[in-house]
């Protein structure tokens, strides 16, 4: 039984950062073909979550970590970086992203898809 290699589609992977620019316990905004998404740095590695927050719209970039919660810095809704589940409001999650580091660089897989609410 050998190894079978799949092909992985790179066209829904974008690079948003250089890996050792963010540290662990810090996260900022980067941009994700049209789409704005909160990049965080654990000790167990990068996290993406959508940087828009479910409540009010602020940006989730300028949040502060807690652990792997990330906190709105509008009214404090608390987030799992890890799943993108809402501590605060359960039925208000943030759509996470996977996440990976190739050759120094960290990527996001944002799919192949418009952005929401973008023109085809
Ligand atoms: S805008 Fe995020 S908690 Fe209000």
Known sequence: ?????????????CDVADAPSLSPGHCRTVEARGR???????????HAVEDTCPHRGASMGSGFLDGCTLHCPLHGWAFDV???????????????????????R???EVGTGT???AAP
């Open 1 to 13: 039984m050998g190894f079978r290699w799949l092909p992985v589609p790179m066209d829904s992977w």
């Open 36 to 46: 704005r998404i909160t990049l965080v740095c654990l000790e167990d590695g990068f």
């Open 82 to 104: 890890r799943t993108g589940a809402g501590l605060t409001r359960p039925d208000k999650p943030l759509r996470s992203f996977p996440t990976r580091v190739l050759d120094g």
């Open 106 to 108: 960290v990527w996001i």
């Open 115 to 117: 952005p929401e609410g």
